[in-house]
């Protein structure tokens, strides 16, 4: 089970000098099958199901074959996502990961917030920096902006937030 709000971020914080490369992508979008590569040498598959700020998740190792392999065979009209992620510490020793796009995402920056429960995750109040929150829309979740116009979808939707 995963626990999480997501948020946009119009104004980067400070960035900490440390931070992990990853490259994701989609096998397939009902229910979301993804791979993940962090840094040269972990690879992960992984299987998530519903929306919002409860969801399931399913989660396992795998090899650089496998994911290769796998990466052969991304959803069709999808790209790799390419993120460098940061870690920065937040009070009450929750942690915000903030995702800065590279890529077809160029410019996009998200940040997400895990938590132990849905009363913490409830109370949780947001630093000034995050910015729209987008927990419960979907049409931001990673399987939509993998679409290879997925950054006009970010600009698509913004358009509207207000």
Request: aromatic residues 12%.
């Amino acid at each position: 089970m995963e626990i999480e709000r997501q948020f946009l971020v119009d104004t980067l914080p400070q960035l900490p000098e440390d931070y992990e490369l990853l490259r994701q992508g989609y096998v397939a979008l009902l229910p979301e099958i993804r791979i993940r590569q962090i840094g040269k040498s972990h690879f992960w598959l992984t299987v998530k199901r519903g929306a919002g700020l409860v969801r399931e998740e399913w989660e396992t190792e795998i090899s650089q074959q496998e994911f290769d392999n796998l990466a052969d065979h991304l959803c069709p009209g999808t790209c790799m996502i390419e993120k460098r992620r940061y870690k920065i510490p937040l009070e009450d020793g929750l942690v915000a990961e903030l995702h800065v796009h590279a890529g077809h995402l160029a410019g996009f920056n998200y940040v997400e917030v895990e938590f132990p429960d849905v009363e913490t995750a409830q109370k949780f109040v947001p630093p000034a920096w995050f910015g729209w929150e987008v927990t419960e829309d979907a049409r931001f979740s990673y399987g939509t902006l993998a679409q290879a116009n997925g950054m006009e979808i970010v600009q698509e939707l913004l358009q509207h937030k207000y």
